[in-house]
């Protein structure tokens, strides 16, 4: 029998060195083939969880998911976030340990994108490679027990300027009263809260009353805005109004007046036009807050970006002596329209308190111009090559045209003087002659080389210039050769003709500064040379004509009018001084002789040398 052959015991140690050397062989080539990039990736699928606002898949892929998820979902509300992407960027193995770098890009409301990076800590586990969890996983600014919340920073409210430098519309507060109709019928009686309320309100309101508020409250569900009042009323009343059932107060911010004596109508208008672009572009910030909520750091800040201010062509000093100047006439309608010739910014459109009750009458009340009228007159005939200003002219008492009588004021008569005389005297006899001869056209060709036909379409403002139509019919056509008949005009209208003298050319008015005027309508011209035969014309009335009570305000040039209408007749003052065009109208005023000391108050009122 063969006896098998026993392995000696050196066999026996080499072949376990060798089992031994394979096993740990094999252990070293699967420590080698674990992929390097495996935190790189199980961070990836923890971003991209986050992003989607998975979060609790995200919480899964850390090492505590209770903690993660209410971290995540903190951060989620506290951003307001809309979106959030990330992207790894590099990551280091030690051992066990790892750490990747990642870029986050959240998207906050109104679409900023907040970007920044943080160093994510990961764990080789059991079951792969995990985030270790902790609150600098998600910014490294953010520690244990805080939060974080992105906040809007507003921008400051642009103000609105005048042309002098001081602001006519700020930021302020107002103060919605509310009154909700079925509150105050559980506590008692609607009419009677309403009764109450109004007797509040209507000092501030005076279109308020008892039976308005309850009709309007009633007609709606909830509160009902029944007066908007300046945080400084409100607080003289608070009280009062919240012992009342069923009213309640809320502040707001508002575009709020500097002096609301300064030319409230236009300044309301310009208001509502620019209102909504004040606002600027808001800032925001991302901060950590501690467990009181207050801010602990502000991790990244965009300041806001204010918008520019607002100018308009009203000019202080122009504006507030043009309103002293109409507002000493209490009864009848009184207005004052300035404008700069060499800009066409409108520097003053006053109104007394009898005209504003009516609406605004000094850019959109058409009346007849009356005499002011003869600067187109004249100039129509200068176009004509008609007469000069010294060509001699009748001025009779009284002249006879087709079927219609013209006789001058109180019927006086010159006799045969040259034109600038009868310009200066203001004979209507002259001008209706004149204009019978001219062609049907001619009137109406000048008034719209001088402003006064095309439309205005002015920013901020309602506008109208005017109308002159062509007159084939003689009467017609001699009535509007002295500003009656057909003819109309605004305030603005007979100051853009004005201005149209001094300058050259008619400008185009303007409230809101950069903010273009569209003209549509016809468009005309003078023939060279025209204007510069007017100006002496209009100096002369001055000088020693019909508005020499004017000429201790300066080298004033203009042309009084009056236009007979039924009950009486309209004052009309309309000219220029240096850089500063006007025209005044007393709604049956009378004389023009009033336009005339009207004016006189406002130049008066102006600071020495103004537009000179």
Same mark, same amino acid.
């Given at each position: 029998?063969?006896?098998?052959?026993?392995?000696?015991?050196?066999? &026996?140690?080499?072949?376990?060195?060798?089992?031994?050397?394979?096993?740990?062989?094999?252990?070293?080539? /699967?420590?080698?083939? =674990?992929?390097? *990039?495996?935190?790189?990736?199980?961070?990836?699928?923890?971003?991209? *969880?986050?992003?989607?606002?998975?979060?609790?898949?995200?919480?899964?892929?850390? *090492?505590?998911?209770?903690?993660?998820?209410?971290?995540?979902?903190?951060?989620?509300?506290?951003?307001?976030?809309?979106?959030?992407?990330?992207?790894?960027?590099?990551?280091?193995?030690?051992?066990?340990?790892?750490?990747?770098?990642?870029?986050?890009?959240?998207? #906050?409301?109104?679409?900023?994108?907040?970007?920044?990076?943080?160093?994510?800590?990961?764990?080789?586990?059991?079951?792969?490679?995990?985030?270790?969890?902790?609150?600098?996983?998600?910014?490294?600014?953010?520690?244990?027990?805080?939060?974080?919340?992105?906040?809007? #920073?507003?921008?400051?409210?642009?103000?609105?300027?005048?042309? *002098?430098?001081? =602001?006519?519309?700020?930021?302020?507060?107002?103060?919605?009263?509310?009154?909700?109709? !079925?509150?105050?019928?559980?506590?008692?009686?609607?009419?009677? +809260?309403?009764?109450?309320? +109004?007797?509040? #309100?209507?000092?501030y309101d005076p279109t308020l009353s008892a039976q308005k508020i309850a009709e309007e409250s009633t007609a709606q569900q909830g509160p009902h805005v029944v007066?908007?009042?300046?945080?400084?009323?409100?607080?003289?009343?608070?009280?009062?109004?919240?012992?009342?059932?069923?009213?309640?107060?809320?502040?707001?911010?508002?575009?709020?007046?500097?002096?609301?004596?300064?030319?409230? =109508?236009?300044?309301?208008?310009?208001?509502?036009?620019?209102?909504?672009?004040?606002?600027?572009?808001?800032?925001?910030?991302?901060?950590?807050?501690?467990?009181?909520?207050?801010?602990?750091?502000?991790?990244?800040?965009?300041?806001?970006?204010?918008?520019?201010?607002?100018?308009?062509?009203?000019?202080?000093?122009?504006?507030?002596?043009?309103?002293?100047?109409?507002?000493?006439?209490?009864?009848?309608?009184?207005?004052?329209?300035?404008?700069?010739?060499?800009?066409?910014?409108? &520097?003053?459109?006053?109104?007394?308190?009898?005209?504003?009750?009516?609406?605004? &009458?000094?850019?959109?009340? #058409?009346?007849?111009?009356?005499?002011?009228?003869?600067?187109?007159?004249?100039?129509?005939?200068?176009?004509?090559?008609?007469?000069?200003?010294?060509?001699?002219?009748?001025?009779?008492?009284?002249?006879?045209i087709g079927q219609r009588s013209v006789p001058n004021y109180d019927g006086f008569a010159l006799g045969d003087v040259p034109l600038q005389t009868a310009f200066?005297? !203001?004979?209507?006899?002259?001008?209706?002659?004149?204009? !019978?001869?001219?062609?049907?056209?001619?009137?109406?060709?000048?008034?719209?080389?001088?402003?006064?036909?095309?439309?205005?379409?002015?920013?901020?403002?309602?506008?109208?210039?005017? !109308?002159?139509?062509?007159?084939? =019919?003689? /009467?017609?056509?001699?009535?509007?050769?002295?500003g009656q008949g057909k003819v109309v005009a605004t305030p603005l209208g007979m100051a853009l003709v004005a201005a149209t003298v001094q300058h050259g050319t008619?400008?185009?008015?303007?409230?809101?500064?950069?903010?273009?005027?569209?003209?549509?309508?016809?468009?005309?011209?003078?023939?060279?040379?025209?204007?510069?035969?007017?100006?002496?014309?209009?100096?002369?009335? /001055?000088?020693?004509?019909?508005?020499?009570?004017?000429?201790?305000?300066?080298?004033?040039?203009?042309?009084?009018?009056?236009?007979?209408?039924?009950?009486?007749?309209?004052?009309?003052?309309?000219?220029?001084?240096?850089?500063?065009?006007?025209?005044?109208?007393?709604? &049956?005023?009378?004389?023009?002789?009033?336009?005339? $000391?009207?004016?006189?108050?406002?130049?008066? $009122?102006?600071?020495?040398?103004?537009?000179?």
């Amino acid at each position: 029998m063969t006896v098998p052959h026993r392995p000696s015991r050196r066999t &026996l140690l080499r072949s376990a060195i060798t089992v031994v050397s394979v096993a740990v062989l094999t252990v070293t080539v /699967v420590s080698c083939s =674990e992929p390097d *990039d495996g935190p790189r990736a199980a961070a990836g699928a923890f971003l991209a *969880d986050v992003g989607a606002r998975h979060t609790d898949r995200a919480s899964a892929d850390t *090492d505590d998911p209770t903690s993660a998820r209410t971290a995540l979902d903190m951060v989620w509300n506290g951003l307001q976030a809309t979106a959030m992407t990330a992207d790894t960027t590099a990551s280091k193995i030690t051992g066990d340990t790892a750490s990747v770098t990642a870029t986050y890009h959240w998207t #906050l409301p109104s679409k900023q994108v907040w970007t920044y990076q943080a160093t994510l800590a990961m764990a080789r586990t059991d079951s792969g490679w995990k985030v270790r969890w902790s609150n600098a996983d998600i910014h490294p600014g953010l520690g244990s027990g805080q939060q974080i919340a992105a906040q809007t #920073l507003d921008a400051p409210m642009a103000t609105v300027n005048e042309t *002098d430098g001081t =602001e006519i519309l700020r930021q302020g507060e107002v103060v919605a009263v509310r009154f909700d109709a !079925s509150v105050a019928a559980q506590r008692g009686s609607v009419g009677d +809260a309403a009764t109450t309320l +109004a007797e509040l #309100l209507t000092r501030y309101d005076p279109t308020l009353s008892a039976q308005k508020i309850a009709e309007e409250s009633t007609a709606q569900q909830g509160p009902h805005v029944v007066a908007t009042l300046q945080s400084g009323d409100y607080d003289k009343i608070s009280d009062q109004l919240a012992a009342v059932a069923g009213v309640d107060a809320r502040r707001q911010g508002d575009l709020l007046p500097t002096d609301p004596t300064f030319a409230p =109508e236009v300044v309301g208008q310009v208001k509502s036009v620019v209102a909504g672009e004040l606002g600027g572009t808001p800032g925001w910030r991302v901060v950590t807050l501690g467990v009181n909520g207050q801010v602990s750091d502000v991790l990244a800040q965009t300041d806001p970006r204010p918008a520019p201010a607002v100018t308009v062509g009203l000019s202080r000093q122009v504006q507030n002596a043009a309103q002293r100047a109409v507002d000493v006439q209490k009864k009848l309608q009184t207005m004052m329209v300035v404008i700069q010739p060499s800009t066409g910014r409108l &520097l003053a459109i006053a109104q007394n308190e009898a005209a504003t009750k009516a609406g605004p &009458l000094a850019t959109m009340g #058409l009346y007849p111009p009356g005499s002011t009228f003869k600067m187109v007159t004249s100039a129509a005939a200068f176009n004509a090559k008609m007469v000069t200003p010294q060509t001699t002219v009748g001025c009779p008492g009284e002249v006879t045209i087709g079927q219609r009588s013209v006789p001058n004021y109180d019927g006086f008569a010159l006799g045969d003087v040259p034109l600038q005389t009868a310009f200066a005297r !203001s004979c209507n006899t002259t001008f209706a002659k004149l204009a !019978s001869e001219m062609g049907p056209s001619d009137l109406a060709h000048a008034a719209t080389a001088m402003g006064v036909g095309p439309g205005y379409a002015i920013p901020g403002m309602p506008a109208q210039s005017g !109308s002159v139509p062509i007159a084939p =019919e003689l /009467v017609s056509r001699t009535e509007d050769g002295f500003g009656q008949g057909k003819v109309v005009a605004t305030p603005l209208g007979m100051a853009l003709v004005a201005a149209t003298v001094q300058h050259g050319t008619t400008p185009v008015p303007q409230l809101i500064l950069n903010r273009r005027t569209e003209v549509t309508g016809p468009r005309a011209a003078l023939a060279p040379g025209v204007l510069d035969q007017l100006r002496p014309m209009m100096r002369q009335v /001055v000088v020693d004509g019909t508005a020499d009570r004017i000429s201790d305000q300066g080298e004033v040039y203009g042309k009084t009018g009056e236009a007979e209408v039924p009950g009486g007749s309209h004052a009309w003052f309309a000219g220029y001084r240096g850089d500063i065009a006007f025209a005044t109208l007393i709604v &049956l005023g009378g004389s023009s002789d009033y336009a005339v $000391g009207v004016t006189r108050d406002f130049f008066a $009122g102006l600071p020495e040398g103004y537009g000179q």
